[in-house]
Structures are given as C-alpha cells and as structure tokens.
C-alpha cells in the first residue's frame, strides 16, 4: 500500500487546515488508518485512529473536539479536518495504515504503510 498525502502548510493560531492521505496498491478497506505527528525535537505521536469501516474513532485528549479522522473507503482517502489550531500542533504529519485490529491501535509499530509527511506550522 501507498499512501501520498497532501494538505498542510502554514497558518495562525485559531485557524484551520484539512490534511489528505490517498491509498493505493492494495484493499483499503481492510486497514485501520491514522494520523501521527512529530514536533521538532520530540519522538512521533499518535493523533487519532478510525477503523478500517469509519465508525469508530479515537483521539487524544489534546486534539479531542478540535481535530475530525475520516475516511472515504469508495475513493480510497483519508483526512485529518483541523481546526483550532494551536502553536503546539505544529509537527510533521503522518498519516499511517495498518491491519485491522479489535483493539484501538496507537502505537506506530503496528501500522505498516506510511505517508510522505507533510509539515503543519501554527503561528502565534
């Protein structure tokens, strides 16, 4: 699977941003996907998953309300809708695949495919 994203960029505080992820070469549907970010300086962070069917989601507390994961199994995308935006979103984005689990995934080992990254930067 590949996944090539787009979106990001640069943008005040308060602000907002849609980040994409488009899959290719194998069956979307079947993975879990999810967005990560990593900040200068600090080890890659979960952001938010959505299962493999796009009913169930999960976010951590510092995007919760803020930050919407979706996923369009017909055109093989994905999104993280951010609004809100605060000086420390700024990071890489990562969007990420993996087999579907039945348990919620936050740890990048068990996501397999990768994007390309994209940067995020929030301006005072």
């Known amino acids: 699977v590949q996944l090539v994203q787009s979106g990001g960029g640069l943008v005040q505080a308060g602000g907002s941003l849609k980040l994409s992820c488009t899959a290719s070469?194998?069956?979307?549907?079947?993975?879990?996907v999810a967005w990560f970010r990593q900040a200068p300086g600090k080890e890659r962070e979960f952001v938010a998953t959505?299962?493999?069917?796009?009913?169930?989601?999960y976010y951590i507390d510092a995007v919760k309300g803020r930050f919407t994961i979706s996923r369009d199994n017909t055109k093989n995308t994905m999104s993280l809708q951010m609004n809100s935006l605060k000086v420390e979103d700024t990071a890489v984005y990562y969007c990420?695949?993996?087999?579907?689990?039945?348990?919620?995934?936050?740890?990048?080992?068990?996501?397999?495919?990768w994007g390309q990254g994209t940067q995020v930067t929030v301006s005072a």
């Open positions: 070469g194998g069956t979307f549907s079947n993975y879990m």
């Open positions: 990420a695949a993996g087999p579907q689990t039945k348990m919620v995934v936050t740890t990048d080992l068990l996501y397999d495919y």
């Open positions: 959505i299962n493999s069917s796009g009913d169930d989601t």
